[in-house]
């Protein structure tokens, strides 16, 4: 069975620091990997995906995320971070062949001015 | 939210109630998904549908029932509604299976009392 870890309930940053959010997973197979966010009282958004390729990924608002094959990992990042980034962010993954998408337990980040 | 409603948006009912939540998409995507969101377990897949009257079970689906008579159309059925089913529930949509993002409606919240 395919499962998503985030391991940090909260993260907490200063504006215009670099922020991460830390997602690994585990998958029989080769990942399809997912980064979302969610604003209070809102649907959540896609930011970005990776299916094959480069590991690194760009996406939107300025995040990306790299993928760690032998770290099974697929961590969000962006060089600074805003205020407007404070959210609750959601990794899933996917194995190729399945067909559901499972996501982790979400990881509120908090940036303060 | 990606052309995507739900209805109601709010929902208080009583324990052994049925309850029938709507999810409608302007897209046209052929992928539908029910995902409840509850703290600590991110979102979890309840049902999901592939094409008009084509359905699955997802992780979570003991309790819900679903249909799909038009593209356009999701529903989800608590037959008879219990405490643990209070949650938030959201509809999501992809053009294609999980490979592709999902876009997410805004969400309705039920209340079991």
């Known amino acids: 069975a395919q499962s998503v870890a985030q391991p940090e309930d909260q993260v907490n940053v200063a504006e215009g620091n670099p922020l991460t959010v830390k997602c690994t997973y585990s998958?029989?197979?080769?990942?399809?990997l997912f980064w979302y966010v969610q604003y209070p009282n809102r649907g959540l958004q896609f930011l970005l995906k990776y299916i094959t390729g480069d590991n690194l990924v760009k996406g939107s608002y300025g995040f990306e995320a790299e993928f760690n094959k032998s770290q099974t990992s697929f961590h969000l990042k962006k060089p600074s971070a805003l205020v407007s980034d404070s959210a609750l962010y959601f990794c899933?993954?996917?194995?190729?062949?399945?067909?559901?998408?499972?996501f982790g337990g979400g990881t509120r980040l908090m940036v303060k001015p | 939210d990606a052309g995507i409603t739900q209805s109601p948006r709010h929902k208080v009912t009583e324990t052994g109630t049925p309850v029938t939540l709507r999810c409608h998409q302007t897209?046209?995507?052929?992928?539908m998904y029910w995902y409840r969101q509850d703290p600590g377990h991110g979102l979890r897949l309840i049902h999901y549908?592939?094409?008009?009257?084509?359905?699955d079970k997802g992780e979570v689906s003991d309790g819900y029932s679903v249909s799909r008579s038009k593209t356009e159309d999701f529903l989800l059925t608590l037959e008879s509604a219990t405490s643990s089913q209070t949650s938030v529930y959201f509809c999501a949509i992809s053009a294609r299976d999980t490979i592709y993002e999902q876009y997410f409606g805004p969400g309705t919240r039920l209340t079991v009392t």
């Open positions: 897209e046209n995507h052929r992928y």
């Open positions: 549908s592939y094409g008009v009257k084509d359905t």
């Open positions: 899933a993954v996917r194995d190729i062949g399945g067909n559901m998408l499972t």
């Open positions: 998958v029989s197979g080769n990942p399809y």
